[in-house]
């Protein structure tokens, strides 16, 4: 945004919000999934020990914050808009189990994702500064939220059933994915392979032909390059593999 408004002259007020949160929200997110994995009779994934740390703020601050500036007229500026409310993952999904009337064995740990951001902060004092504040109590509006999702099923769960299903494919495209790349390694143990994923998380689909995995190898060695295209291709005979100086595997064809 800077460079676009510096090039082209333009005015742009950039906002960075803190993690969403409200009615409406799209079942792929923490909350909505924790509870309509409760609801149908699964349980609230935990990424690694839920520690994972997150800067809640209120949909409707949110709107406040964007109208604010907005009737600010202000010029070429950055805000971070957030609340200052803290939660971790953990302490979230116990809310949740507890608006419900459930347990903690309602809880399940799942692998953490590579590179999970531990914590989200926002210095949000140039907004308050304009006049804003956030108004939203959490945990009353997280009983809101939670009873909403209860009461309009017929909202959500088609798009929960998709997200279920894409959660499974992306769990089995990268395992195996991942056990080509051992074939790989058991055979040359001093070769280093980091897998890079570019996710399409628009559409929440997951291995889409607008995805690439890329393969980085120290070795230039055609040999290798032909034993990693045909372990993959032996794997995910789908996979269209284009080499030149890294090695870009597209199209993964598993949606």
């Given at each position: 945004?800077?460079?676009?408004?510096?090039?082209?002259?333009?005015?742009?007020?950039?906002?960075?919000?803190?993690?969403?949160?409200?009615?409406?929200?799209?079942?792929?997110?923490?909350?909505?999934?924790?509870?309509?994995?409760?609801?149908?009779?699964?349980?609230?994934?935990?990424?690694?020990?839920?520690?994972?740390?997150?800067?809640?703020?209120?949909?409707?601050?949110?709107s406040r914050a964007i109208l604010q500036i907005i009737n600010d007229k202000n010029t070429s500026d950055v805000f971070n808009i957030g609340s200052g409310f803290y939660l971790n993952n953990l302490e979230l999904s116990n809310k949740i189990l507890n608006i419900l009337n459930l347990n903690e064995n309602r809880l399940t740990f799942v692998d953490d994702r590579p590179g999970h951001d531990f914590r989200y902060a926002t210095d949000f004092s140039k907004l308050t500064a304009t006049?804003?504040?956030?108004?939203?109590?959490?945990?009353?509006?997280?009983?809101?939220?939670?009873?909403?999702?209860?009461?309009?099923?017929?909202?959500?769960?088609?798009?929960?059933?998709?997200?279920?299903?894409?959660?499974?494919?992306?769990?089995?495209?990268?395992?195996?994915?991942?056990?080509?790349?051992?074939?790989?390694?058991?055979?040359?143990?001093?070769?280093?392979?980091?897998?890079?994923?570019?996710?399409?998380?628009?559409?929440?689909?997951?291995?889409?032909?607008?995805?690439?995995?890329?393969?980085?190898?120290?070795?230039?060695?055609?040999?290798?390059?032909?034993?990693?295209?045909?372990?993959?291709?032996?794997?995910?005979?789908?996979?269209?593999?284009?080499?030149?100086?890294?090695?870009?595997?597209?199209?993964?064809?598993?949606?």
């Open positions: 945004c800077n460079a676009f408004s510096t090039t082209y002259g333009l005015n742009v007020v950039q906002l960075r919000p803190g993690n969403n949160y409200g009615i409406y929200q799209q079942p792929e997110k923490m909350i909505p999934f924790s509870v309509a994995n409760l609801i149908n009779g699964k349980n609230i994934e935990v990424y690694g020990n839920g520690k994972n740390v997150r800067h809640w703020l209120h949909a409707e601050d949110t006049g804003w504040k956030p108004t939203a109590n959490f945990d009353t509006e997280l009983e809101k939220i939670v009873q909403w999702y209860v009461e309009n099923k017929s909202w959500w769960s088609e798009e929960y059933i998709q997200v279920i299903e894409n959660n499974r494919k992306k769990r089995k495209g990268l395992e195996v994915l991942l056990k080509a790349f051992e074939k790989i390694t058991d055979k040359y143990n001093d070769i280093n392979l980091v897998l890079v994923g570019n996710f399409d998380t628009k559409h929440s689909k997951l291995f889409s032909k607008n995805q690439r995995i890329e393969v980085f190898s120290g070795i230039n060695n055609n040999h290798l390059i032909k034993l990693i295209r045909s372990s993959i291709v032996n794997v995910l005979p789908s996979i269209n593999i284009v080499i030149d100086n890294h090695l870009h595997f597209e199209g993964f064809g598993l949606v």
